[in-house]
């Protein structure tokens, strides 16, 4: 069965944690389907494209290039999942076939938690608070720079949360 040793989306190497590489087999035709679970910074920046340039180098070093298509799946990990039609002048040898009778999907999340992708790639998220605090502490964070109340903070949270 063929693996997915790196991948490549628009000219973009992408940190994948699990994949899986097949072709669904339908009534409606064969399309090759690529499952990936990526971080959350990564999800964030591809899962509005409706398409992209895949550049796909398998386990045994073969390059399948193509134009694939985003389709949204849900799941527990923040996950990618592209399609395209077959390319009748690529081998798809050793590439898994499943069948929409016997849809026996891999299971890419199996083994892998969200903590565990986190600690590879943390994402940041904008938070506003609004505080009561008396006017010279106010006065003070107006005239702070915000990478500074960002570092800051980050650095009371996690202090905080240590305890």
């Keep these: 069965m063929a693996g997915i040793k790196s991948i490549n989306l628009d000219g973009e190497e992408v940190y994948v ?11 409606a035709g064969n399309t090759l389907e ?6 959350e ?30 389709k949204p799946v849900p799941g527990k990990l923040p996950r990618l999942s592209l399609f395209c039609e077959l390319d009748p002048e690529e081998s798809y040898e050793g590439v898994s076939r499943i069948s929409e009778e016997h849809s026996d999907f891999p299971d890419i999340e199996a083994g ?4 565990e992708i986190r600690k590879v790639e943390m994402p940041n998220e904008k938070i506003t608070l609004k505080l009561n605090l008396p006017i010279n ?6 005239e702070q720079k915000n990478k500074e109340l960002n570092q800051l903070f980050k650095e009371l949270l996690e202090g905080y949360l240590e305890r």
């Design 41 to 70: 910074v990564t999800l964030r920046k591809f899962q509005d494209r409706d398409s992209m340039i895949t550049e796909i180098e398998l386990e045994d070093d073969r390059i399948l290039s193509s134009f694939m298509f985003l």
């Design 137 to 142: 502490q106010v006065e003070w964070l107006k």
């Design 112 to 115: 892998i938690s969200l903590e």
């Design 34 to 39: 690529v499952d990936l679970i990526v971080s």
């Design 17 to 27: 944690f699990n994949s899986a590489i097949y072709i669904f087999e339908s009534s």
